[in-house]
Each structure stands twice: as structure tokens, then as C-alpha cells.
Nanobody
Framework: QLQLVESGGGLVQPGGSLILSCAAS????????IGWFRQAPGKEREGVSC????????DYSDSVKGRFTISRDITKNTIYLHMNSLKPEDTGVYYC???????????????WGQGTQVTVSS
């Protein structure tokens, strides 16, 4: 059974950077497409980025394109989300998810982590 654990969230000032990690256990991440999602209070879960199982395809939402980068280290069985030029509207709980395909649609994913809080505020 695949298990995912996110880490790296915290409080950061606008314009700052954070790197989130999604560590997998129970199975190899290169068997799965991985997505990063976020949810702000009172809002629906939003797809932020995803990476295919072979690492060749990466996708980003328009709201983060050019500021966020998804990457992976197969040797560590970990996916990363590098977040730069952070804005207050990036605040939310960030989740990673895994399934057979990579997409920004939350309903397509079976496996989810518990989430990590990101707060962008001065």
C-alpha cells in the first residue's frame, strides 16, 4: 500500500520561497503519476502541478506557472515542489497525491498524503 507524507510547509513572507517534499513508502514513485494540490479555507481543492510516472511530462496550473517547479528524486522516492515568488494567495494546505496517470484533477487520484500548511504573510 502506497503511503505519502508531505513536509516542508511553514510561514514565509511574500516573495519568499519554500520547498515541499512528498516522501513515498510501500511502493516506488516511478510507478505513479504524482500531483500536488492545495486547499485554502472555504475553497475547493486546486491542482497545482503534476509529473508523469516516467518524469517526462510536467504540468502546472496557470496560477503557479513560472513560479513553481515540480521535481523528483527516485533514489529517495521523493517528489518536490519548489515554490518561488510566493504570494498571499498561495496560502493553503498542500497535498501530494498518486495514481496511475498524472493530472491536475483531484478526483483522479486514489492515494493522498495528510497535507502540510503553507502560509504566505508579512
Amino acid at each position: 500500500q502506497l503511503q505519502l507524507v508531505e513536509s516542508g510547509g511553514g510561514l514565509v513572507q511574500p516573495g519568499g520561497s519554500l520547498i515541499l517534499s512528498c516522501a513515498a513508502s510501500g511502493s516506488s514513485l516511478d510507478d505513479y503519476g504524482i500531483g500536488w494540490f492545495r486547499q485554502a479555507p472555504g475553497k475547493e481543492r486546486e491542482g497545482v502541478s503534476c509529473i508523469s510516472d516516467d518524469g517526462k511530462r510536467r504540468d502546472y496550473s496557470d496560477s503557479v506557472k513560472g513560479r513553481f517547479t515540480i521535481s523528483r528524486d527516485i533514489t529517495k522516492n521523493t517528489i518536490y515542489l519548489h515554490m518561488n515568488s510566493l504570494k498571499p494567495e498561495d496560502t493553503g494546505v498542500y497535498y501530494c497525491a498518486a495514481d496511475w496517470i498524472a493530472t491536475l484533477e483531484a478526483d483522479e487520484y486514489e492515494y493522498w498524503g495528510q497535507g502540510t500548511q503553507v502560509t504566505v504573510s508579512s
